[in-house]
């Protein structure tokens, strides 16, 4: 068990006020990292944070970091290397969540409709944003002797989404609701962003994979988890605590000769 000892070792979350942010955080403290929580929304930081603090003794750092903004990030970067002389893990989580919205009987989510403006502000959380933290974080582990950068990217950027799971009933199919564009391109370009970054730095020590995360049970109507619970062989939705492990093992020297790989964990959905 030594091998997912991450004591006295700084990982860097993003979107670490979010609901897998704060499993992330709670997984790293759980091994004995130094915990440090980047989000735009302070208050929701600091909640996390307190919620992380009250269950492990690990220290917990919060800080509103814009990822869309390179300077924000290299001088929380500074920061951080001046406090902990070492970045150890960065686990790229951040992201927008696409909404199936409608506006005056036009469905804003299906892609003849998808507002341009959407799209953009999707890709650039999700894709530049971890880029940028990717970049800036990446090179200081590679200056400073290795370390690893975990993507979260989902099931989805592994299958396309099965669009039946959202109909609405009496609704005409231009007005059906889908899974928004923008979540399967993030998500499969975080899967290539992976593989890149795998083999850009491997011989300075800095390992990458990705975690395929499937859907997390939380308030959705129960028609909907019934539906997508028949897509999966396991026949249920993930708990929000069930990927704990996974994080550990992939910022861990467990998995030391893991790299460039996507880590599928979504109770075998993608074998059907």
Known sequence: MERFNLHNKTVVITGGGGLLGLQHGMAMAEVGANVVLWDINKARLEQVAEEIKAEYASEV??????????????????????RFGRISVLVNNAANDPKMTAEGGVNLSRLENFPIEVWQQDITVGLTGAFLCARAIGTHMAEAGGGVIINIASDLGLIAPDQRLYRKAGLPEDQQPVKPVTYSVVKSGLIGMTRYLATYWADKGVRCNALAPG????????????????????????????YRGAVQFLASEASSYMNGSVLSMDGGRTCW
């Open 61 to 82: 750092v919060t800080a509103t970091v814009d990822i869309t903004d390179d300077g924000a990030i290299q001088a929380a970067v500074t920061d951080l290397i001046s």
């Open 215 to 242: 859907g997390i049970r939380t308030d959705q109507p129960e028609e909907f988890i019934d539906k997508l619970a028949g897509l999966i062989p396991m026949g249920r939705m993930a708990e929000r605590e069930e």
